[in-house]
């Protein structure tokens, strides 16, 4: 992880501090103690079997309902994440590409995301663009994530694919411009084309300012956006991290190896 | 001390009032109708008892039974400014219109003056005093004295109200808005609007019917529409509903439908502490079809009940209903739709569709879709569902960064959207869009913590 890497300095803000995070979903511990440091710019997947508990940090980040953070702390920016609202993380910079994005029946896209928008200038001081300056954007982030005009003319994802679901998950990122996007498992249910243009996305969407932390249970996704970072999820805690290489070994040894080679119950 | 009267007594001492008050030079069919319902009502009273009451099941109309409401006889005081209402309904300049003030004709708040020759648009007390053969014709045929004391009521007090008549082969271009509006009076008044419009053989019309409160406290519009479709006549209506939250309203809509012709008309109701809107529609011809949808938003301690029937009496006839409801905080609403398919209307087509969105674990709905078929060459259909919001949508709008608000906005007015764009009439659709989209507090999605 960024901060362990040893002599370096780095006199930059974090943007995200995950410490110690312990989450249970009902009477079920998931997350066991999980610590990770993102600064801007940097890139981090985070690879892990089933049930290790990726959907879990994703969610939890996000502040979907239905979790309780037993112990430990996140901090965003220096401000306590777990405190805030998730249309408040939302405002601030944080943002969730949903494994699963949901259907909106008669939700108009356009409409949704104007709003949206507009209620993330108004936090960040911005004046909200006029009805002309939004569909010229539109149009223009449209274009970036190779979306056709026509599904935005249907209610948010309604009978959309799963990769054009995906993709407009791509569409919103590009167009709220987060700080931090936490991607959950945006990989599954993709077949090849759809996960090279989401991973083309992420590669334009990359900068200095912006993070982005991958949650995946496959490796092929990093075959298009090379991570700075790789973090092994298992049983509710990262245990092991490294480059980019970590992810291929991971898929070439398989998850078993890693719990074995970090000591963990198999 | 005053004696203590029953709810009957009530309205006669209103009626001996109402009566001495009228117009000379009247009709006699005008003085015996009055005379039929008032002793019609004395017979039946208003549909208080519970047991055995079918109709009146799930809707207690003990509150308005009990409520005491006087009947202004003299004409409103004073007119509103249409600054005053104009926002609270699909107001369109370039509309025709027909307004009532506590149940009397507004002259300097209508305008009739775009409508083709030959079309007829005239508040009744007008028709009833000079020409009445068309009211005469149509008048209380269809909605009569005797379906329950509320049309007993509405036919004993007739007074005013507004008369169309399209004739054969006339098409209305310019939608038309009847307005019934009551303003606030010291104590509790009641008014009997009365609608009749009668299309004859390929006339066609744009009608929007509007109940509009101004009064913030009790009052009880006790309304009566009937609608004659001739031979290819062509209907779009409009109901709309936004009384006051003290509000009662019953209304009663009959609809008769000749051969070929189309009734398609959508409601939307809002406001009224206690509202009834019962439509029948009698499809007695081969070839006619009605589409009958509705949109409900219900508040508070607020009671809806939407009682939609519809007889196919010949072969080769089609209907369909679709109706949503929203309703928020310990508000209940009723959805009763009743499809009969005669043994005679083969070919029938016929669905029958009521959605409910609850916004709390307090409001309740209560919705019973049911076909009566005899015939055996049918095709038909009917469901019913009730749910609360989409827990995972409403977090997916506010991971984007939406408040709670504005999340239940959304999910609100996409609930409502398959009615909305049912609605041909633009206006009327994108007043519907925004009102629905507004900030309503009331309509907030309560979360579970």
Known sequence: ?266 | MAPVLTDVEKYLTDFQAFEQALPAGEAAWVRDLRRRGIARFQEVGLPTARKGNERWKYTNVGPIASATFHHPVAAPARTPAVAEFRDLLPWQEDWLRLVFVDGRFAPELSDTAGAPDGVRLDSLAAALTSDGQVAEQHLARYATPDIDGFTALNAAFLRDGALVHVPDGVELATPLLLVYLTTEHDSPVVTYPRTLVVLGRNAAVTLVEAYVGLAAGRYFTDAVTEVVLDEGARAHHYRYLREGAEAFHIGTTKVHQGRDSTFESVAFEMGCAIARNDVHVLLDDPGASCVLNGLYMTAGTQHMDNDINIDHLKPHCSSSQYWKGILAGRSRAVYSGRVVVHRDAQKTYATQADKNLLLSEEAEIDTKPSLFIYADDVQCTHGATAGHIDEDAYFYLRSRGLDAETASRLLINGFAREILDGISLAPLREYLDRLTSSSLPEFRFSERR
């Open chain 1, 1 to 266: 992880m960024a901060e362990m890497e040893g002599s370096k300095v780095d006199h930059r803000e974090p943007l995200l501090t995950v410490r110690n995070l312990h989450v249970a979903a009902g009477e079920v511990e998931i997350l066991k103690g999980l610590d990770l440091t993102v600064y801007p710019g940097e890139v981090h997947a985070i690879m892990g079997p089933n049930g290790s508990g990726k959907s879990t940090l994703s969610n939890v980040l996000a502040g979907k309902p239905d979790y309780e953070v037993t112990d430990g702390e996140v901090l965003f920016q220096g401000r306590d994440l777990l405190a805030m609202t998730p249309d408040e993380r939302a405002r601030e910079g944080l943002f969730l590409a949903f494994q699963y994005p949901v259907e909106l029946p008669g939700v108009r896209t356009r409409q949704f995301l104007k709003s949206a928008l507009d209620a993330i200038y108004q936090h960040r001081g911005r004046k909200p663009l006029s009805i002309r300056e939004f569909d010229k954007l539109f149009k223009e982030k449209m274009q970036l994530v190779q979306m056709s005009p026509e599904l935005m003319q249907r209610s948010v994802n309604e009978g959309f694919s799963g990769g054009e679901k995906k993709r407009n998950e791509m569409l919103q990122l590009a167009l709220l411009d987060p700080k931090l996007a936490v991607m959950d498992e945006t990989d599954s249910g993709l077949d090849i084309d759809a996960l090279r243009i989401v991973a083309e996305c992420v590669n334009r969407l990359r900068g200095p300012e912006r993070a982005f932390v991958l949650v995946t249970h496959y490796q092929r996704l990093l075959n298009y956006i090379t991570p700075d970072f790789v973090h092994i999820l298992v049983d509710g805690r990262l245990v092991m991290s490294g480059g980019p290489e970590l992810a291929l070994e991971v898929e070439s040894k398989g998850y078993d190896w890693v719990k074995q080679a970090a000591g963990v119950g198999s």
